[in-house]
């Protein structure tokens, strides 16, 4: 079983920058692929970035060059900086712990990310 808690989101302005993290809890952290997903009001969940076990990353068209995903097996820990917001960027932003064929699935409560002048 894996916990996971999110934190670091909240309003910020336009161009501005965020520090999500997601605290992992349980000893597989390390065999999990971890994600970020966010979903907007009336829109459906997607993926913002994701790094593999190995450490391969993968971001949305949306966010390349300005957000980047990290992560640290000592600590458990994924983060997400997302620098130059903008408020398409406003969403519930969720973190995943996944195996590699899905059979181990895990989210976070989500923390929300406020992009407002």
């Known amino acids: 079983q894996v916990q996971l808690v999110e934190s670091g989101g909240g309003l910020v302005q336009p161009g501005g920058s965020l520090r999500l993290s997601c605290a992992a809890s349980?000893?597989?952290?390390?065999?999990?692929?971890m994600g970020w997903y966010r979903q907007a009001p009336g829109k459906q969940r997607e993926l913002v970035a994701e790094?593999?076990?190995?450490?391969?990353?993968n971001y949305a068209d949306s966010v390349k060059g300005r957000f980047t995903i990290s992560r640290d097996g000592a600590k458990n820990t994924v983060w997400l900086q997302m620098n130059s917001l903008k408020p398409e960027d406003m969403a519930v932003y969720y973190c995943?712990?996944?195996?590699?064929?899905?059979?181990?699935?895990?989210w976070g409560q989500g923390t929300q990310v406020t992009v407002s002048s």
């Open positions: 995943r712990a996944r195996s590699r064929n899905y059979s181990v699935d895990y």
């Open positions: 349980g000893s597989s952290f390390s065999y999990y692929a």
């Open positions: 790094i593999t076990r190995s450490g391969i990353t």
